[in-house]
T-cell receptor
């Protein structure tokens, strides 16, 4: 069975500072990895995805993530955050055998002025 | 484009009542699913469907029923509501296994 760990439940950071949100997964098969963002009172929106190919993936709003197979990680980064990036971020994994996405518990990013 | 539409947005039920959460998508997606979101637990899969007439259980299926008579619709039924089912429910759909999920805006359910 797959699982996703997001070690940081809350990450406060000042505006224009860099940020890294950590995601680790466990799976015995090849995986597809995703980061989603949820703004208050809204559904989840896709930030970026890794299916295959280059391990560095660029997404919307200046975010990027790097797939590291040996460390089973898919950390999300942004070099300079804005107030508008305040939201909850979810890492998710699915495999190419089933249809079930497994989500991590989420990391609440708070960008402070 | 409407995308994934969920109704209602809010609902309050008394213990033992039944209700149906509606979900419809207009993207011709084969895969549809229901999640519940609880604080500190992320999203947990309740039921999913890989096409009309096909449904299967996810991680937390107890107390919920689903059916998929058309590609567009995937309703979630609570047969006898319990306070433990107080949560925010999200419906999602995707085109294929390696496609991202498209989410509705959620239904906030409170069971008293």
């Amino acid at each position: 069975a797959q699982s996703v760990t997001q070690l940081d439940s809350q990450v406060p950071v000042f505006e224009e500072a860099p940020v890294e949100l950590r995601c680790n997964y466990s799976s015995s098969v090849s995986v597809y990895l995703f980061w989603y963002v949820q703004y208050p009172n809204q559904g989840l929106q896709l930030l970026l995805k890794y299916l295959s190919g280059s391990t560095l993936v660029k997404g919307i709003n200046g975010f990027e993530a790097e797939f590291n197979k040996s460390q089973t990680s898919f950390h999300l980064r942004k070099p300079s955050v804005h107030i508008s990036d305040t939201a909850e971020y979810f890492c998710a994994v699915t495999d190419n055998y089933g249809q079930n996405f497994v989500f991590g518990p989420g990391t609440r990013l708070s960008v402070l002025p | 484009n409407a995308g994934v539409t969920q109704t209602p947005k809010f609902q309050v039920l008394k213990t033992g009542q039944s209700m149906t959460l509606q979900c419809a998508q207009d993207m011709n997606h084969e895969y549809m699913s229901w999640y519940r979101q609880d604080p500190g637990m992320g999203l947990r899969l309740i039921h999913y469907s890989v096409g009309a007439g096909i449904t299967d259980q996810g991680e937390v299926p107890n107390g919920y029923n689903v059916s998929r008579s058309t590609t567009e619709d995937f309703p979630l039924r609570l047969l006898s509501a319990a306070p433990s089912q107080t949560s925010v429910y999200f419906c999602a759909s995707s085109y294929s296994l390696d496609s991202p999920l498209h989410f509705g805006n959620g239904t906030r359910l409170t069971v008293t």
